[in-house]
C-alpha cells in the first residue's frame, strides 16, 4: 500500500485547490480554458496555465508547490480540468435538485444551433419552490440530432429521469408554436400528455404576440410597404463606416444648432448621438425600437441622404439613394411611421412584460386584455390626436401634405375612390390594421373560452379578490388536478376556502396585485400550514408557463460560453460550463474543500491504492 507523508497530502490538496479556483472563476466569467500552445516557451499559454503563473507569482506557497510537482501531479491536465468542472456542475444541479424537492415542475423546451453548427435543446425548469416564490431555472442543455417531436421527447425525459425528476409531476409544458411542438398528434406535447394528461400545454405567449403582429403587416399593404422601406432606409445610411460617420456629425451639427436657438435644453446625459437601428426578424421589440429612433433621427436622415445623392460615385447609387428619400419623405412614409409607433408602444409594455421572470399566466392575461382595450380606445377616440401628430412632424420637417378634403384614387387599375383622402388614411389604414390586430389578439389569446384558465381567475387577488368564486376554485381541482386532489382533499379545500374568505381576503397584507405576491405572502405568513390545500393549487396555477423568453436567455449565454474560437468545445464540457455560468450563486458558494474530498474519491473508486 502506497504511504504518503502527510506534507505532500497538503501539497496536493494546494495544488488541487488552485486548479479548482482557476476553474470555478474561468466558468464563471464564460472564459476559453485552454491555449492554442501550452508548452513552456510560448508567451500566452491560455487562460488557465496563466492564471496559475498569476496565482504563484502572488503567492510564494503556491508557487512552490506548482513548481515541485512531478510531471504526473500537477493537477493541470486538461482531463483534469474536466473533471473539476464537472464535480461543480453536478453540485450545482443537487443544489436546484434539492429546491425543486418534491414540487410539480413545468419544463420549457427550445431548440437552437450552436457555433459549430450542431443542434442544441434548452430545458428550463418553471416550479414554485419551498418559500412561495416562483422560480425559472435553467437546468440542462443537450445536442440532440435533429429537432422531431420524438427526439426531443426522448432527451427531456433522460434529462428528467437521470435527476430524478418524475414526469409524472409535470403540470406544464411551454413551447413556441412550431409543429414539433405543438401538433395535436404527434408534438412533444402530445407525447409528454399520453404519460401526465394534466402537464397542460400553453404555447408562449411573447411568440404569440409576435405573429399577432405579422400577421397584421402582412394584411395591410401600406405597412409590409413600410416596412420595406425602413429596411431599405436603414441598410443605405448604416451599410459603411463612411456613412455612419456621417449619420453622427450631421446629428452632432443638429443638436449644437438646436441647443444655440434654445430649442433644447442641455443637461448630462441628454442628447446623445446615436445611430440608426436594424430591427431583426424574431423580435418586435427591436421594429419598435427602429422606428422610435428613426422618428428621432428623422430629419438627420433626410440631411445624409440628400449628402449621398450629391456625392454617389454613379448614376445608379444616385438613383437608388433618391428613390429611398423619396419614400422616406412622402406623406405615406410618415404616417405609417408615427402610427407604428403608437401601435409597437402599446405592444411593446405587454411585449415586456411577458418576458419578466417571475411573469405568473393571470397576470399576463390581464396585460392582455388591456392591450386589447388600449388599442381598441386609439381606434374610437384617437383619430383625431393622431393626424394633427402627424401634420405636426410634417410642418416640421417639410414634408408634403396631401389635400385630405381631395377625393383618393386607389391604383388606375382598381378604379376605386374614397370621398377623401382623410377617409383612406383613417378607415382603410388606421381603423384596417387596428381591427386586424384585434382579429389576432382575440384569436391567439382567447383562454377566456378555456376552462382552465377561466377557473383560475377565481384565484386572482386583484382588486381585493373581486374574481373570487368558491365554486370555480373547487371546480379548477376537481376537474383539472384529479391526480392531485382526492375527493376528501376537494372536500377540505371547500371548508378552507370559508375560511379564507373570512380571514385571509379581508387582511390588508394580502391586498396584492398577484397571485405569485399572494403566494408568497400565505407562506411568510405561514397562513400556507392553515390552507394546505388551496396553496397547493395556487402552487399548480402558478407552475403554468407564460413564456420561453428564458429560455432564449440561455441560447444568449450558450453563445458567450461557445464561441468561434472555442467552436469545438465538447457536448458535455459545455454543459458543465452552461450550469456554472449561467447559476452563478450557485457555484459561488460551493465549499472548495468538499470538491478536493470528492475528487479524491472519484480517483479512488476509479484505481484505489495497492
Known amino acids: 500500500m502506497l504511504v504518503v507523508s502527510s506534507e505532500e497530502v497538503q501539497k496536493n490538496r494546494?495544488?488541487?485547490?488552485?486548479?479548482?479556483?482557476?476553474?470555478?472563476?474561468?466558468?464563471?466569467?464564460?472564459?476559453?480554458?485552454?491555449?492554442?500552445?501550452?508548452?513552456?516557451?510560448?508567451?500566452?499559454?491560455?487562460?488557465?496555465?496563466?492564471?496559475?503563473?498569476?496565482?504563484?507569482?502572488?503567492?510564494?506557497?503556491?508557487?512552490?508547490?506548482?513548481?515541485?510537482?512531478?510531471?504526473?501531479?500537477?493537477?493541470?491536465?486538461?482531463?483534469?480540468?474536466?473533471?473539476?468542472?464537472?464535480?461543480?456542475?453536478?453540485?450545482?444541479?443537487?443544489?436546484?435538485?434539492?429546491?425543486?424537492?418534491?414540487?410539480?415542475?413545468?419544463?420549457?423546451?427550445?431548440?437552437?444551433?450552436?457555433?459549430?453548427?450542431?443542434?442544441?435543446?434548452?430545458?428550463?425548469?418553471?416550479?414554485?419552490?419551498?418559500?412561495?416564490?416562483?422560480?425559472?431555472?435553467?437546468?440542462?442543455?443537450?445536442?440532440?440530432?435533429?429537432?422531431?417531436?420524438?427526439?426531443?421527447?426522448?432527451?427531456?425525459?433522460?434529462?428528467?429521469?437521470?435527476?430524478?425528476?418524475?414526469?409524472?409531476?409535470?403540470?406544464?409544458?411551454?413551447?413556441?408554436?412550431?409543429?414539433?411542438?405543438?401538433?395535436?398528434?404527434?408534438?412533444?406535447?402530445?407525447?409528454f400528455l399520453k404519460e401526465c394528461p394534466y402537464a397542460y400545454y400553453i404555447h408562449c405567449f411573447a411568440h404569440r404576440l409576435q405573429l399577432t403582429l405579422v400577421s397584421a403587416a402582412k394584411d395591410v399593404r401600406d405597412i409590409w410597404d413600410f416596412f420595406s422601406h425602413l429596411d431599405n432606409v436603414v441598410n443605405m445610411v448604416t451599410s459603411s463606416p463612411k456613412r455612419i460617420c456621417e449619420l453622427k456629425i450631421t446629428q452632432r451639427r443638429e443638436i449644437e444648432h438646436l441647443l444655440e436657438i434654445g430649442e433644447l435644453n442641455s443637461g448630462r446625459g441628454a442628447h446623445q448621438i446615436g445611430n440608426l437601428q436594424r430591427a431583426g426578424t424574431t423580435r418586435w421589440s427591436s421594429h419598435y425600437d427602429s422606428v422610435k429612433r428613426l422618428i428621432d433621427m428623422y430629419g438627420v436622415t433626410c440631411k445624409v441622404l440628400e449628402h449621398l445623392m450629391e456625392h454617389s460615385p454613379n448614376i445608379s447609387c444616385q438613383a437608388e439613394v433618391g428613390g429611398i428619400y423619396k419614400n422616406i419623405t412622402s406623406f405615406e412614409f410618415v404616417f405609417v411611421l408615427h402610427y407604428m409607433r403608437r401601435i409597437l408602444s402599446i405592444t411593446d409594455i405587454l411585449c415586456q412584460a411577458l418576458q419578466k421572470k417571475s411573469q405568473d399566466i393571470l397576470t399576463a392575461m390581464r396585460f392582455v386584455y388591456t392591450t386589447k382595450s388600449v388599442i381598441?380606445?386609439?381606434?374610437?377616440?384617437?383619430?383625431?390626436?393622431?393626424?394633427?401628430?402627424?401634420?405636426?412632424?410634417?410642418?416640421?420637417?417639410?414634408?408634403?401634405?396631401?389635400?385630405?378634403?381631395?377625393?383618393?384614387?386607389?391604383?388606375?387599375?382598381?378604379?376605386?375612390?374614397?370621398?377623401?383622402?382623410?377617409?383612406?388614411?383613417?378607415?382603410?389604414?388606421?381603423?384596417?390594421a387596428i381591427d386586424f390586430i384585434q382579429m389576432e389578439l382575440n384569436t391567439r389569446f382567447n383562454e377566456t373560452s378555456v376552462e382552465l384558465l377561466s377557473l383560475s381567475f377565481s384565484l386572482d387577488p386583484k382588486n381585493s379578490f373581486e374574481s373570487f368564486n368558491m365554486d370555480d376554485i373547487c371546480k379548477l381541482a376537481e376537474k383539472f388536478y384529479p391526480q392531485d386532489f382526492t375527493k376528501q382533499d376537494i372536500y377540505s379545500l371547500r371548508i378552507e376556502l370559508q375560511h379564507y374568505h373570512n380571514d385571509v381576503i379581508s387582511e390588508p397584507r394580502f391586498q396584492v396585485s398577484s397571485l405569485s405576491e399572494l403566494c408568497q405572502e400565505l407562506v411568510s405568513s405561514r397562513r400556507s400550514e392553515n390552507y394546505v390545500m388551496l396553496t397547493r393549487l395556487i402552487y399548480l396555477v402558478l407552475t403554468l408557463p407564460v413564456s420561453t423568453a428564458i429560455v432564449e436567455r440561455a441560447f444568449s449565454a450558450m453563445k458567450h460560453v461557445k464561441t468561434a474560437i472555442r467552436n469545438k468545445m465538447e457536448d458535455g464540457f459545455l454543459t458543465d460550463c452552461m450550469i456554472i455560468y449561467i447559476k452563478l450563486e450557485f457555484a459561488m458558494n460551493i465549499d472548495i474543500d468538499s470538491i478536493i474530498d470528492e475528487y479524491y474519491a472519484i480517483k479512488h473508486r476509479r484505481a484505489p491504492f495497492k
Open 376 to 432: 381598441q380606445e386609439l381606434r374610437e377616440d384617437g383619430w383625431e390626436e393622431f393626424q394633427q401628430e402627424v401634420i405636426s412632424f410634417c410642418s416640421k420637417h417639410d414634408v408634403c401634405l396631401p389635400d385630405f378634403d381631395s377625393s383618393y384614387r386607389i391604383g388606375r387599375s382598381h378604379g376605386r375612390e374614397y370621398p377623401t383622402v382623410e377617409n383612406h388614411y383613417h378607415y382603410d389604414v388606421f381603423n384596417k
Open 14 to 191: 494546494l495544488r488541487l485547490k488552485t486548479t479548482i479556483t482557476s476553474v470555478r472563476w474561468l466558468a464563471l466569467q464564460g472564459c476559453s480554458f485552454r491555449g492554442h500552445n501550452e508548452s513552456c516557451k510560448p508567451l500566452n499559454r491560455g487562460n488557465f496555465l496563466e492564471m496559475l503563473d498569476a496565482f504563484g507569482r502572488l503567492n510564494k506557497d503556491v508557487g512552490e508547490v506548482l513548481n515541485s510537482a512531478a510531471r504526473n501531479n500537477k493537477y493541470t491536465s486538461p482531463e483534469e480540468q474536466k473533471e473539476v468542472l464537472n464535480i461543480m456542475a453536478n453540485r450545482v444541479r443537487q443544489k436546484i435538485r434539492g429546491e425543486i424537492g418534491d414540487a410539480s415542475i413545468c419544463i420549457l423546451v427550445d431548440e437552437a444551433q450552436d457555433e459549430s453548427k450542431r443542434e442544441q435543446m434548452a430545458l428550463i425548469l418553471r416550479f414554485v419552490n419551498s418559500s412561495g416564490i416562483l422560480t425559472k431555472i435553467f437546468f440542462a442543455i443537450k445536442s440532440v440530432r435533429d429537432t422531431t417531436s420524438l427526439t426531443l421527447k426522448h432527451a427531456v425525459s433522460d434529462i428528467l429521469v437521470h435527476y430524478n425528476l418524475q414526469a409524472q409531476k409535470m403540470r406544464g409544458q411551454g413551447y413556441d408554436g412550431a409543429s414539433n411542438m405543438r401538433g395535436a398528434w404527434n408534438g412533444l406535447h402530445a407525447l
